[in-house]
């Protein structure tokens, strides 16, 4: 069963999500501030965390700092409808993907699902699969990134585009495709996470020297080359 972990102070909006998640057979678990949020999600007993904003004790952007030092457990982040500051500043810190209130919760679940798919790995993969370009090594089933045997800290949305853009290497990919491909979502109007979570993947890739570079095509997309 796939479990939800939601750190939220609006304990009737939570009650409210958690009955909804449940009916769809969801295994929910409610925190109502900061501090315990960050411990309940570095247990490391949930697939997924709903985390909001505004959390007394610490805020949801410091509670999201804490998470990304030890785990990469996805986070759905709920921010003030409108608010672009928060989403841009949750997306930097490594939230894989946002929500603004209020929001309709068959919506929330499909962000959900979408992040899931992604996310989980597939048993489809057989752990025998490798992606290579140049020094970059991608292990699907273990969602495992390596630059030169040297272990590449990414979130598991950054792992998914870089799994797109691997397998397409050499090729032009648009924003439409890694939406779909990476975030498992059509790309929507004035939507920029894609391009916060690239410009991410950039700085960590920039780390190496020997690391391929993703390279913006203007007015079609992206491509992930190896010049080394």
Do not use: C, W
Not at 107 to 130: C, D, F, G, M, P
């Amino acid at each position: 069963m796939t479990r939800v972990l939601i750190i939220d102070d609006d304990s009737e909006l939570s009650a409210m999500v958690a009955e909804y998640l449940e009916a769809e057979s969801l295994s929910v678990e409610r925190v109502f501030d900061g501090n315990s949020g960050v411990q309940q999600a570095l247990a490391g007993e949930h697939d997924v965390i709903i985390l909001d904003v505004m959390l007394p004790k610490i805020d949801g952007f410091e509670v999201l700092r804490r998470i990304r030092s030890q785990s990469n457990v996805p986070v759905l982040m709920l921010t003030a409808k409108g608010d672009d500051i928060d989403r841009i500043v949750g997306l930097e810190i490594g939230a894989d993907d946002y929500l603004p209130k209020p929001f309709n919760p068959r919506e929330l679940l499909a962000r959900l699902k979408a992040i899931l798919r992604r996310t989980q790995t597939n048993s489809q993969h057989s752990s025998n699969i490798v992606l290579k370009l140049g020094s970059l090594t991608l292990h699907p089933a273990l969602r495992t990134a390596f630059i030169d045997q040297q272990r590449l800290e990414v979130t598991s949305t950054e792992f998914n585009l870089l799994q797109s853009l691997v397998s397409k290497a050499g090729h032009i990919v648009s924003k439409e495709y890694l939406s779909e491909t990476a975030m498992g979502r059509s790309l929507e109007k004035y939507d920029r996470s894609i391009d916060m979570h690239l410009s991410n993947l950039r700085k960590k890739l920039a780390q190496y020297n020997s690391a391929p570079t993703i390279v913006t095509v203007r007015g079609q997309g992206f491509q992930l080359t190896d010049s080394h």
